[in-house]
């Protein structure tokens, strides 16, 4: 019994009815007597096509607007997980990056974590509720602007946000065999690590 930290990558919420499975998911380990929050990626190819359409409408996107878009991804993600879990008769309340308290550093589209400030977070696993929280973003120190954080990031936010909220463990759930230097499916010489 405590605090777990689920991440369930796009192919996991890739349609309604594999986010209606996820909730359920998420309300057995709830059953089981823990508490949950779970950060999420957007569903399927959304990124993909986010990016796609940015490029048919400008040739060189602005990176800020680019990290307004594509943290659109998750948001929709979240929200539908919250309201899915909702309609198990379970709490649950969806968070994007900077609501979350994910603190960066001002690079948009290669931000990094400073801090996760996870006060709202906290107040709302105190509530009962279960937190659903928008990976791959967060919001800039200096200039309050949304940033994003890299492909696969929502796997560096979920392990951020645990360590922050101080959980008993981190389960991300993905369609690959483990944890690659880079995206298997993406790059021939991503490296298999076994620890870190």
Known sequence: M???VHKYGGSSVA???SVRRVAQRIVDTVK???DVAVVVSAMGDTTDEL???AEQVSP???ARE???LLTAGERMSAALLAMAINDLGFEARSFTGSQAGVITTGTHGDARIIDITPGRIVSALDEGDIVIVAGFQGVSQ???DVTTLGRGASDTTAVALAAALEAGYCEIYSDVDGVFTADPRKDA???FVDQA
């Open 142 to 144: 200096t200039t309050k």
């Open 51 to 53: 990016i796609e359409l």
């Open 15 to 17: 349609d309604a009815a």
């Open 32 to 34: 089981n007597g823990d």
């Open 189 to 191: 010489n991503a490296r």
């Open 2 to 4: 405590g605090l777990v």
């Open 66 to 68: 680019l990290d307004m």
């Open 60 to 62: 060189n996107p602005p």
